[in-house]
């Protein structure tokens, strides 16, 4: 009898050391599954801080990179080892004092102190902007909102202009406010901003003297104060030309005897061979370049054209704009020697879609042609047209390009 009451306490008692230990193990289990879950937020915070510092790091890294390639080009010996060419500031704090004094001279003392720009690198320049003190109004920034092509779409969105200086036609606002293109100091601080990113060609929006945007003025009345300014970073400027409604083979075969006739001897101008073999020559990027007829290109770019200009004092480096498979066969007929794909939204057009380059680098080294990707970092201009959001891409803090 004894010997079973034993057998029961002991029984009893290891239930009870079971039960405890599944107890305490289930206790252990929640707070490990409360704290874990309670810092959750904390973990994605620091999951978040991480991603930031690899991004800053990663973008330190590459803008060494790029200064580094910049510094080699250009042959000559890294800034610290070289002595500033305008002004007398050696000190920060003399150079912010400097800044505000005479900016101009601060500008340019800063490029000074720059290894030379990659004329690899080529920036899209715009001089469409005015402003009342300036220009005597406001000029761009108070662009139109453009209606959707499709009536009952475009009745969903906002009409009207921009007002500024608040309310401006931008998706960013100027961290000097809505500037004038024509103002000098803006002018030196644009390109003092490219040599910082070792841009070394601007690619300067244009039109013919007798030609304008619908919301702007004369482009080219600009043009010379913009070589003026660029040669003094040691920044090269390159022709965008604009399209008009006019454009045929007579009319651009008269815009390239002007540019050549006006600009043709300024050291500013860029130029580039196409070819090993061939002649440096300016460089002109046409845009919307098939919405002329193919027969007017062939007639103006072919050497047996009937207004060539192949050959010519006014031969230059003419780079057409491809937006479709399509525009290979003009740009090869029409003689063409490059093409460009402008747009910054990577899967927006044929051209602009980053896995279709490779190929597109194979075609245009068959043809003998330049191949021009070009990149942007984001796109949006939802202030400008407020239908075009599947267009938008972020910046991603500066990880797209």
Same mark, same amino acid.
């Given at each position: ?11 009893? &008692? ?5 039960? &405890? ?22 973990? /994605? ?45 050696? /000190? ?5 004092? +400097? ?22 690198? +080529? ?9 009342? !003190? ?53 002018? +030196? ?24 945007? !619908? ?22 400027? &390159? ?21 050549? @006739? ?30 002329? @007829? ?59 879609? +980053? ?9 245009? @080294? ?27 891409? @972020? ?7």
């Amino acid at each position: 009898m004894q010997s079973f009451r034993r057998r029961v306490r002991r029984s009893f &008692a290891r239930s009870v050391i079971v039960f &405890a230990t599944i107890c305490l193990f289930a206790m252990f289990l929640y707070v490990f599954i409360d704290q874990n879950v309670n810092d959750r937020p904390n973990l /994605e915070k620091l999951r978040a801080t991480r991603a930031k510092a690899l991004q800053r790091r990663f973008l330190r890294e590459a803008k060494n990179r790029i200064l580094a390639v910049a510094r080699n080009n250009s042959g000559l010996p890294s800034a610290e080892k070289r002595k500033p060419v305008v002004g007398k500031v050696n /000190e920060e704090a003399d150079g912010e004092l +400097h800044r505000e004094k005479n900016p101009v001279k601060y500008y340019l003392w800063k490029s000074s102190n720059l290894p030379l720009p990659n004329y690899n690198v +080529h920036a899209f320049y715009y001089p469409w902007y005015g402003s009342p !003190d300036v220009d005597g109004e406001y000029i761009h920034w108070n662009h139109p909102y453009m209606p959707h092509w499709n009536k009952d779409e475009a009745a969903k969105y906002r009409t009207g202009r921009h007002e500024p200086p608040d309310d401006i036609g931008s998706n960013f606002y100027p961290e000097i406010g809505p500037y004038s293109s024509r103002n000098e100091t803006v002018i +030196h601080l644009h390109m003092y901003q490219m040599r910082l990113a070792s841009i070394g060609v601007a690619v300067v929006s244009w039109y013919p003297p007798d030609q304008q945007d !619908d919301n702007g003025k004369s482009l080219d009345a600009v043009l010379p104060l913009i070589l003026r300014i660029a040669n003094q970073h040691r920044i090269q400027v &390159a022709i965008h030309s604009e399209p008009y409604k006019t454009r045929s083979v007579e009319h651009m075969r008269s815009d390239v005897t002007y540019i050549i @006739d006006e600009y043709g001897n300024h050291p500013a101008l860029y130029r580039f061979s196409a070819k090993p073999d061939s002649a440096s020559l300016p460089m002109i990027y046409v845009y919307d370049s098939y919405l002329t @007829d193919t027969q007017d290109w062939i007639d103006l770019l072919q050497p047996n054209g009937k207004s060539t200009v192949r050959g010519t004092k006014y031969d230059c480096v003419f780079i057409s704009l491809l937006v479709t498979d399509k525009h290979k066969g003009l740009i090869e007929r029409a003689n063409f020697d490059g093409f460009y794909t402008y747009f910054a939204a990577n899967g927006f057009t044929y051209g602009s879609t +980053h896995r279709n380059w490779p190929q597109l680098k194979e075609i245009a @080294d068959k043809m003998g042609k330049v191949f021009v990707p070009s990149i942007g970092p984001g796109y949006v201009d939802t202030q400008v047209r407020p239908w075009n959001g599947q267009t938008t891409r @972020d910046r991603q803090s500066g990880m797209y390009y």
